[in-house]
């Protein structure tokens, strides 16, 4: 059973640096595949902060985040990672892992983590 476990979530004040983790087992994907990181804010829906494709480490960011936050991995570890720099209130919300790629017989297939939560405040 894949798994995706997220941490480093807690209260950060303003102007802060936070570092998330994604631990995840091994995926079972044919080849490539990605690692995203979304958040769901208080009002809004979930949205895509961050994505990284695994086989040449492409990144791209939301426009919200871009020069902020920095998304990075360890394939020998299992380990996905979301360093967040500058934090504002506005980045308050629960952060969630998502590892997507195609499985044999499945086709496209995504799994989550249960999340973490982020607030920033003073």
Partial sequence: QVQLVECGGTLV??????????????????TSYAIFWYRQTPGKGRELVASMHKHDRATQYADSVKGR?????????NLAYLRM???????????????????IGSGLTDYWGRGTQVTVSS
């Fill in 13 to 30: 004040q303003p102007g802060g640096n936070l570092t998330l983790s994604c631990a995840h087992s091994d995926l079972p994907f044919s």
């Fill in 69 to 77: 936050f920095t998304i990075s991995g360890d394939s020998a570890k």
């Fill in 85 to 103: 720099s500058y934090l504002e209130p506005e980045d308050t919300g629960v952060y969630y892992c998502n590892a997507a790629g195609p499985v």
